[in-house]
């Protein structure tokens, strides 16, 4: 019966979005920015997309 060393588990990078997900102030704050970004965009756009205002 043979043994083969263990080798001892590689250290990977985390990835960015698990990263995000595990830490719950940073996935607060991600949630903020885009709402705000989706939000804001949409109100331009709407504003920027009305007609001229009829006056009487």
Known sequence: ???????PPTE???????RLF??????LAAGLVVMFLFY???G?????SLGDAPLP
């Open 40 to 42: 804001t965009g949409w």
């Open 1 to 7: 019966m043979s043994t083969s060393p263990v080798e």
């Open 12 to 18: 990977e990078p985390v990835p960015l979005g698990q």
């Open 22 to 27: 595990d830490s719950p102030f940073w996935l």
């Open 44 to 48: 331009l756009w709407e504003i920027l």
